[in-house]
């Protein structure tokens, strides 16, 4: 220690002493934060579909408007550090860690979940342990060890220098709130916003994620999604026009005569999808014959999910609510996001008819805030891995296996209800990372293709072998199901398509898609990139006829369909659901499809009609639901 403080001694000498070498050292932390605005957009370009040298280039030369304005953030609040510590160093330490681990976050959360880093997502901070399998399974990348280095190795150089601010302290307090108050009104002002066009930028909530990260940067499309924080009342919200525009939907108290109080189970699977829609790959046995053996005797066909490779919550949420994700911000998640008060879904409304409501989830029920939300969807119950009372198989994979989803199922079916139970499943099994998930030597899936890499053959096969893992679970259950005695009804979905490598890799590279830009696929690309299979079975006859067989249906229909089905009390928001399907069967932000006859106007009428519905339960007064809803104070 003595012969450190002694060279450090020696270095600040030789700095005070000669200009140049002050110079230097000065112009180094000036260089800090273009240091921090250069390597943090690399590091969540790592993720382009482009590379990160191809995206940072454009980032400098045609989009340096968003290039400016990130630094020009990052220059402020290292200023604003400097200003109250004194010492550089400490400053640049603080300030290195959060630009640096806050692209790292984006980088890694788009590898994970095919979803970038978004302001809401400071709320899964709590949830970061959650992600240790996945990172156990991810490839980091040679390029962001080296960025990391050059950060790691900065801090060092001025660590060693030890430049302080010659400053005296009474400027340098006055200094500190004047910076971070220019900071704030650089990313929160609406005035100082709507002044970003002079940067070549929009002051709009982006509807692209990818676009807006891959054009901006990372910081400065953080920032442009802080506008998405706030959302005020749409037009015409009123309560005198809510009961208006929805009275032709009040119940009919009469309806429900034949209803047989049924078990219904509800269950999310997974990345549920059939391999076999790829082109140019033959498989040598049906990795999802179950799937396809109960379809051809039931009820089903495809769901158009509003999301891909990730982001199972927004499915999950529009199938529980009836509601609609594509008013929200891009990459929301709405039990984090507005989910704060009792609020209207199945779950609430089978609850109401006195059954017993229980969530399942076969990982950590905290993820996504779930075990706080779903009591406030109307679950008596939110169970996850550690709280089943089935045996936990983990003899597939890294998570828990579908085998223990359907065993609790049985288990719950099997408990005293006095009317019926709700079951909500979460299956996990079949979760990527896909790259060397299982041996070789548990593959039960083969296939050929002349068009797949090595690396691709091995995502396919990894998926192949957990997706007909499923596939057997829903088989066991239908065999289960069909033999009670008490009507039961089971909906059963894939909430997304997997990642199958980096740029839609499998999809790709098997001419799936013809572009690895999803703005560029065509109608038919768009519909294969987000149908997922879904099949809806009983065990009695309902005496109601399946209106959606063979037709295409977004997410939040399905449980208004099976409602339907099993001629459940009308509701007013099943009724609206039902019409709207008779009018506009998917609407999504990626795909949509329209009953014949269907004009623009009366689209976009129905389409203002769902989104006023979704902001009334989520965001407004409840004028459509509070007479169903317990009240209870609001949580904060």
């Known amino acids: 220690m003595k012969k450190l403080r002694e060279i450090r001694t020696k270095i600040d000498a030789y700095i005070q002493t000669h200009k140049p070498a002050a110079f230097i050292m000065w112009l180094l932390v000036l260089l800090f934060p273009l240091w921090l605005s250069l390597s943090g957009n690399a590091i969540s370009f790592l993720s382009g579909e482009d590379g990160a040298a191809v995206l940072l280039r454009t980032l400098l030369t045609e989009n340096y408007g968003a290039f400016l304005l990130g630094m020009l953030l990052i220059y402020l609040f290292f200023g604003a ?16 860690l959060i630009f640096t681990i806050m692209p790292t976050v984006d980088f890694l959360k788009t590898e994970i979940l095919k979803e970038h880093f978004l302001p809401w997502d400071m709320l899964l901070a709590k949830n970061a342990d959650s992600f240790t399998t996945f990172l156990s399974a991810l490839k980091i990348p040679t390029p962001l060890w080296w960025l990391w280095g050059g950060t790691v190795a900065y801090l060092t150089v001025l660590a060693i220098l030890r430049p302080t601010l010659p400053i005296a302290w009474k400027k340098r307090v ?3 709130p004047i910076l971070l108050g220019c900071l704030y009104l650089c990313t929160m002002n609406g005035t100082v916003r709507a002044d970003y066009s002079l940067l070549g930028l929009s002051s709009e909530a982006p509807t692209d994620q990818t676009k807006n990260y891959t054009e901006n940067g990372f910081l400065t499309a953080f920032v442009l999604n802080l506008s998405s924080l706030n959302m005020g009342d749409p037009d015409n919200y009123s309560e005198r026009y809510l009961e208006k525009a929805f009275a032709q939907y009040q119940p009919d108290e009469a309806s429900g005569a034949d209803f047989q109080n049924p078990d219904v ?11 076999t829609t790829l082109k140019n790959v033959s498989f040598t046995e049906d990795p999802i014959p179950n799937y396809r053996r109960i379809l051809a005797e039931n009820h089903g066909g495809s769901m158009v999910s509003c999301t891909f490779g990730g982001g199972t919550v927004r499915p999950e949420f529009e199938i529980l609510t009836g509601m609609t994700t594509s008013m929200l911000p891009s990459g929301n998640v709405p039990y984090q996001q507005y989910v704060f008060n009792n ?7 089978f609850k109401n008819q006195g059954y017993d409501t229980i969530g399942i989830h076969t990982y950590q029920k905290e993820f996504y805030e779930r075990d706080r939300a779903y009591p406030l969807l109307g679950f008596d119950e939110m169970l996850g891995e550690y709280d089943l009372h089935a045996e936990q198989h983990f003899n597939s994979g890294p998570f828990l296996t579908d085998e223990s989803l359907v065993e609790e199922i049985m288990y719950q079916l099997e ?6 139970v709700f079951i909500q499943g979460i299956t996990m099994e079949n979760h990527g990372l ?4 299982f041996d070789p030597s548990e593959w039960n899936i083969d296939f050929t293709s002349d068009t797949l890499s090595e690396e691709e053959s091995n995502l396919l096969h990894n ?16 065999e289960y199901v069909m033999n009670r005695e008490k009507p039961t009804v089971v909906l059963w979905y894939g909430d997304h398509l997997p990642t199958l490598g980096n740029d839609f890799g499998v999809y790709a590279s098997t001419g799936t898609i013809t572009s690895t830009t999803a703005a560029n696929w065509t109608e038919e690309e768009k519909y294969q990139m987000f149908s997922t299979p879904y099949v809806v079975f009983s065990n009695y006859d309902t005496g109601h006829e399946y209106r959606a067989d063979g037709t295409p249906v977004s997410p939040y229909l399905l449980t208004a369909l099976m409602y339907d089905y099993i001629g ?69």
């Open 81 to 96: 550090m400097v200003c109250l510590w004194k010492h550089v160093p400490l400053a640049a330490l603080l300030t290195g």
């Open 174 to 176: 006055l200094g500190a």
């Open 265 to 275: 189970i509800v269950i999310l699977s997974e990345s549920f999808w059939d391999p």
């Open 343 to 349: 609020i209207y879904s199945y779950a609430r409304e």
């Open 415 to 420: 408990q005293p209800h006095e009317k019926g």
């Open 434 to 437: 896909y790259l060397n998930k």
């Open 463 to 478: 998926y192949c072998k957990g997706v007909s893992d499923s596939d057997a679970q829903l088989g066991r259950l239908y």
């Open 568 to 636: 459940a009390p009308e509701t007013l928001r099943s009724n609206f659901l039902l019409d709207l399907y008779a009018h506009c069967p998917v609407i999504s932000p990626y795909y949509n499809l329209y009953s014949e006859g269907c004009d623009e106007e009366t689209r976009n009428k129905y389409i203002k009609l769902h989104e006023l519905l979704t902001y009334d339960d989520l965001m407004g007064e409840q004028y459509l639901t509070k007479k169903l809803l317990p009240q209870e104070q609001k949580q904060e």
